[in-house]
């Protein structure tokens, strides 16, 4: 998500919903678009027309690609999270690394992804309108937390089996990852009030995985 200008995904939900082709520029256009309209007026106050005015394109368009409102911002958060959870991929994918380092990289690369000025601005957008629209907040964890903890959970059996953990339950491991990230540097960058640098974030990440390694330690 640290991008919002990388290329979109391809592919679809199962309710039929297309998303965007990787690499097409016309609809990288439409996201960027999107992506204005919703973080300036909100969930709630974007238009389908005014995303489809901003990006030049028809509203027919925008209905065909993506259905209604809900499938747009779909589509915008799986846009952002593409580069992130390839590069989670990526560390999780080598098995032949230590688990506690491949831990180390995740978290860095999760936090730096989730601090990011689009990410924010898209996590707002989520919590602003979950009270009205649960389904939105349903969207944007099932985009990035559930993802995230999915790729933990691989790493926490690697853990487990080396005998540098132990858990009773794996969720559990993988609540504690997420709490200790978004911690209180993560809520003054959610609030505004602070402006934390990519190496606050690394810093923040390789001392909360310390920090949970001790307290699951055999």
Known sequence: MEKISDACLSSSTEDGQQRCAVGDPRED???????????????????????????????????EKFHNKVGLFHALLEWGCRQTMADLRSIVDDVGRDPKDAL???????????????????????????ARRPEVGTIYNSLTRDPIVAFI???????????????????????AFIGLLRGDLFYQALLGTATPTPED??????????????????
């Open 29 to 63: 256009e439409i996201l960027r678009a999107a992506f204005e309209e919703f973080t300036e007026r909100g969930f709630h106050g974007a238009t389908m027309l005014a995303v489809a005015g901003r990006a030049r394109a028809s509203k027919a368009t925008l209905y």
């Open 104 to 130: 180390a990289d995740c978290a860095a690369r999760v936090l730096m992804a989730m601090g990011s000025p689009p990410a924010l601005a898209l996590l707002r957008i989520s919590i602003a309108e979950g």
């Open 153 to 175: 959970r691989q790493l926490v059996e690697r853990l487990v089996a080396s005998e540098a953990i132990v858990i009773r339950e794996p969720e559990e491991f993988g609540a």
């Open 201 to 218: 974030w690394e810093r923040l990440a390789r001392r909360a995985v310390a920090r949970l390694l001790r307290a699951f330690a055999p």
